[in-house]
């Protein structure tokens, strides 16, 4: 079992940045991909950014290529987003999520495993 809490959420400006952080329980963090998901008022949840076991696959969604990033540290047990030039259309909960991934270094965009509660961002314009 694994628990994810997010933090950093917060409001911004259009064009500022913020960093998200997840903390992750257990002992077994270095063995779960790890990625970021968004769900704004009214829409499906989607995929934002992920990173593999090793940190060296990334992969992105369209929408936030060039402006996000994502790292990890697995002596902490923590993922982190961080984004620049913040839009309005950023705006969203935004939920970390890990997958077991134990036999390989991908970074997955659907199938996670487990997922945490939760931070909100809002971009203002």
């Known amino acids: 079992q694994v628990q994810l809490v997010e933090s950093g959420g917060g409001l911004v400006q259009a064009g500022g940045s913020l960093r998200l952080s997840c903390a992750a329980s257990g002992r077994t963090f270095r063995w779960f991909a790890m990625g970021w998901f968004r769900q704004a008022p009214g829409k499906e949840r989607e995929f934002v950014i992920a990173i593999s076991v090793s940190g060296g696959n990334t992969e992105y969604a369209d929408s936030v290529k060039g402006r996000f990033s994502i790292s990890r540290d697995n002596a902490k047990n923590t993922v982190y987003l961080q984004m620049n030039s913040l839009k309005p259309e950023d705006t969203a909960v935004y939920y970390c999520?890990?997958?077991?991934?134990?036999?390989?270094?991908?970074?997955?965009?659907?199938?996670?495993?487990?997922w945490g509660q939760g931070t909100q961002v809002t971009v203002s314009s």
């Open positions: 999520a890990a997958k077991r991934s134990y036999y390989s270094d991908y970074a997955p965009g659907h199938g996670y495993d487990y």
